[in-house]
């Protein structure tokens, strides 16, 4: 009974002796088989050490018992004198992740917890496994991604992005939130190009902005770099990459991958933007491959303008890059547009037909009103174009009309017309520009005005259809009655179809993502329940997730993920001037939406792919994710269509999904593309390589097709297959280069 009565006394001098001493009477009472009284002592020796314990929380408390001489790390909340907190846990192999007040977030092996419970300056401490899984848990559950990362049977493993390279093209990133920092303290970030900064090295060839490498993080020197966008980069990237480190919640879906930060100026003009697009895929896929590492990127931005059909010069150029080496993806955001009017179909099927519609100057577009208007080249040269001008005060009135012209008139050319108004005062200066590229033309005005007091029309005539989009044209809503303007029969209005970004997005290369509701409900930063005030189900399709087809009539999106009041992390030059509910509970972490937050959530289960088959192609990772997405009663409409695309992203089907790729089906030796896919009545193969056999097989392997071609004449490196007569289904595609094979999954409407 002296070991009862001077417990603490001996817990203060020698914790290990008395844990020790506890240990051998347990042996020695099992010896004797005095039952009783092991009962006895085991009450007795919980009790007392639980008293000193009383600083920690119950989740804390139940570790340290179940493994109290382990060196594995967990992460802390500390309440007390942060500068001995701080001595105490480097000088027992831990490292301070943040201070607030007299709070330190801290990572420390679990044996030397109770020795810093025990230290008088010490008032509490806790983990936090407790109160924050419910937050962390709801992207991952809602897209089914905590099973992959427990490793769920049949699954041999769990995955979290070990060994791929994820990268963002974006704002940039809080490179020193602890959700980017491995256990021991270091930089999970293995690069960061930043665009806006000069003076610093420049990578080359690219020759502007300046880049960081790891070291220069960990030593300090790349404070110069932060997120430009009100932490959207920094957000994005724990969405898809975020360890949860900060407050041991709000993992992202691959949390040990690694990252490279590539962050836009988004003050460039579009045309220079969107070529440092380029470069920043060209970058991130160069130092991958550097690595030996499998890489997907993602790109939470774009352009609303363009052709939308993937054609133009920066869509193909990142497309090659995508599929000039297997172990690479590219997903991005579909945009946020789907409720505005923004786009116009102009479909004339007789000569007598002329219609128009009406562009406002708003100088938050620039100072022109901006007309581009894309059509294929047999549906477009008989069309004829004219801009006039409009009063709408105090009665609406035509003012001026100017030449009508055709396409081929303005191939090549500038043309510079002056529109003038009935009383000869000048209204306007207007550039007229065609061009004709891949099979599509782009006809344009710009429109220069003199004076705000004039809505401007774009009137077309003769047979014909193209298709334009513009933030500037004037919606159903805002149009006079016929009884006030007769014209206005005439009107042709914007739609809600399209609205789509436009270049990269359009690829069939790209995994372009739309949004469905994640949440409504989270646990704020003072610990008080947050709800939306709009009311919606979770799960349920984002009303501003923007929508396709492409131009060209092909699927976008392919695939929704969750997006709507989702937690990650915040940029730390954000937190402090964002409201207390926009923050989660431990104030490191902050609430985003739209198809910015919904796209690296698939860039992750990308990304989880690659980490098991690093040698998948952009092919198979789509087929993987789009052919295996959840689909219930809140996925509406006939699948796939281009709200939902082929559903809602699950991440456990999706790597299943990947179970028929194996290294030896990966083609390891050549890149393959099989396309179009979802295909109709053929479908065309590239190789690398000369391809001698091409077989067709069934979803249950039966091979039912099969060719072979005689390559003494010259290398067949592109083939045409037509396939009428196969049924609608999954299959695969083997193709046959001398000893090595790859093989894609495909899919028939």
């Known amino acids: 009974m002296i070991f009862v009565e001077n417990k603490e006394d001996i817990f203060l001098r020698s914790e290990s002796f008395l844990l020790k001493l506890f240990t051998d ?102 983990d936090n496994s407790m109160k924050l899984t419910p937050l962390d848990d709801s992207m991952r559950v809602r897209n089914n991604i905590n099973p992959v990362q427990n490793g769920a049977a049949p699954l041999p493993q769990g995955y979290d992005g070990t060994g791929v390279v994820m990268g963002f093209i974006d704002s940039g990133i809080d490179f020193t939130h602890p959700d980017f920092k491995n256990p021991n303290g270091t930089t999970r970030v293995l690069y960061i190009w930043d665009h806006n900064l000069t003076g610093g090295m420049a990578p080359l060839p690219y020759n502007y902005g300046t880049e960081f490498n790891s070291a220069d993080i960990d030593a300090g020197n790349a404070s110069a770099h932060v997120d430009n966008s009100n932490g959207h980069g920094t957000h994005v990237t724990g969405m898809g990459a975020g360890n949860g480190s900060a407050v041991n919640a709000h993992k992202g879906v691959a949390p040990k991958a690694d990252i490279i930060s590539v962050c836009l100026n988004w003050n460039l003009p579009d045309d220079d933007w969107l070529t440092t697009v380029a470069d920043a895929v060209n970058y991130i896929y160069n130092k991958a491959l550097a690595l030996n590492k499998p890489c997907v990127i993602n790109i939470s931005a774009g352009n609303y303008y363009g052709s939308h059909d993937g054609k133009d010069l920066q869509a193909q150029a ?100 002056t529109l003038y108004g009935t009383s000869g005062n000048r209204i306007a200066l207007v550039q007229r520009f065609a061009s004709l590229a891949n099979g599509r033309y782009s006809m344009i005005f710009n429109i220069i005005p ?50 789509i970004v436009s270049s990269f997005s359009c690829s069939d290369k790209v995994i372009t993502v ?28 984002a009303p501003q997730s923007s929508h396709g087809p492409t131009r060209d009539g092909r699927l976008k999106p392919e695939i929704c993920a969750s997006g709507g009041m989702s937690i990650a992390a915040g940029a730390y030059n954000v937190l402090p001037n964002l409201p207390i509910t926009n923050k989660a509970l431990g104030c490191m972490h902050i609430r985003d939406g739209g198809t910015s937050t919904a796209s690296p959530v698939v860039a992750g289960i990308a990304a989880l792919i690659l980490q098991r088959f690093p040698n998948a ?57 099989v396309y179009p896919n979802p295909f109709n009545d053929e479908i065309k193969i590239t190789s690398d390589v000369t391809i001698d056999r091409v077989m067709l097989l069934d979803a249950t392997g039966r091979v039912i ?20 007569d196969v049924a609608p289904g999954f299959y695969l595609v083997k193709v046959f280069s001398g000893k090595s094979e790859s093989v894609a999954r495909l899919v028939r409407y």
């Open 318 to 417: 990142i497309s090659n890059l995508i599929s000039q080496h297997n172990g690479r993806s590219l997903v991005c955001a579909a945009g946020n547009a789907g409720q505005i009017p923004f786009h116009l179909t102009h479909n004339h099927t007789f000569s007598g037909d002329t219609t128009f519609t009406w562009f406002n100057y708003n100088p938050f577009y620039g100072n022109a009103i901006y007309v581009e208007m894309w059509g294929n080249a047999s549906s477009f040269t008989q069309m004829k174009f004219a801009i006039g001008a409009d009063k709408t005060s105090p009665v609406y009135e035509l003012q001026t009309m100017g030449t009508y012209y055709n396409v081929t008139q303005n191939l090549g050319v500038l043309n510079t017309d």
């Open 705 to 724: 097709k099969e060719y072979q071609f005689n390559t003494t004449n010259g290398a067949a490196k592109r083939i045409k297959l037509s396939l009428p």
């Open 514 to 541: 739309g949004e469905h509701k994640n949440r409504m409900t989270y646990i704020d930063c003072a610990n008080n329940l947050f709800t939306s005030t709009t009311n919606y189900t979770p799960g349920s399709l």
């Open 25 to 126: 009477i347990l042996k020695i009472i099992y010896m004797l088989k005095h039952k009783w009284l092991l009962s006895l002592i085991i009450v007795l020796p919980l009790k007392f050490y639980a008293q000193d314990l009383s600083k920690a929380n119950f989740s804390l408390v139940k570790k340290l018992y179940s493994e109290h001489a382990s060196q594995k790390r967990v992460a802390l909340f500390v309440q007390g004198d942060v500068n001995a907190v701080r001595a105490y846990t480097i000088e027992h192999g831990g490292f301070v992740k943040f201070v607030a007040g007299d709070i330190s977030s801290l990572v420390l092996p679990l044996s030397a917890v109770s020795g810093l419970a025990a230290l008088k300056e010490v008032t509490a401490l806790e």
């Open 617 to 673: 192609t952009w092919q198979d990772i789509k087929n993987c994710i789009t052919q295996n997405a959840m689909v219930d009663s809140l996925v509406t409409g006939t699948i796939p269509n281009n709200e939902w695309g082929y559903g809602r992203a699950d991440g456990f089907a999706a790597m299943l999904g990947c179970s028929y790729l194996t290294t030896a089906e990966l083609g390891i030796h050549h890149t393959l593309d």
């Open 450 to 499: 003199d004076s705000t007091q004039y809505r401007f029309r774009l009137s077309t005539t003769n047979p014909g259809a193209f298709d334009l989009w513009s933030f500037q044209m004037t919606p159903a809503s805002g149009l006079p009655t016929p009884l006030q303007f007769p014209d206005i029969v005439k009107y042709v209005a914007p739609d809600l179809n399209q609205t």
